[in-house]
C-alpha cells in the first residue's frame, strides 16, 4: 500500500484503529526509532504487566464490594455496594480508584463491545 493512500485512510478516518496502528508500524520501518515502534507494538499487542503504562490509558472507576452483616442465623446480604475508602490516605486511595488498561487495542475493543 502507497504512503500517499495510507496517509488519506487516517485523515479521512476510514479504518479502524487496529488497522491504523499496523499501517503506522509499516511507516516506522523506514525511520529506525524503536522506542516509537515499540510503542506502537504495545498498543497493538498489550503492555507487559512490568512496563510503564502512559497516563492516558490510566482510568477512573469506583470500587464495589459485597458483604454479610449479621450472624450466620440472622444476617442481611449486600451485594456491589460502592466501597468507600473513608479516611484512607489519598495516596492509596489512588491505588483503588485508578487503574492502567494493559491490554491491546482490539482486545479494548471487544470488551467495550
Known sequence: MAKSQIIKDFANNTVDLQ???KRVKVLLQEFD???LLEWVNYEIEGYPSDDKVP???RIL???FCSYIKGSMANHLKY??????LGNMPE???KEFYYMYIKQGIETL???LN
Request: net charge neutral.
Open 19 to 21: 488497522t491504523a496502528l
Open 33 to 35: 526509532d524503536e522506542k
Open 55 to 57: 497516563e492516558y490509558r
Open 61 to 63: 472507576g469506583q470500587p
Open 79 to 84: 451485594t456491589n455496594v460502592p466501597l468507600s
Open 91 to 93: 495516596e492509596h486511595k
Open 109 to 111: 475493543k471487544i470488551l
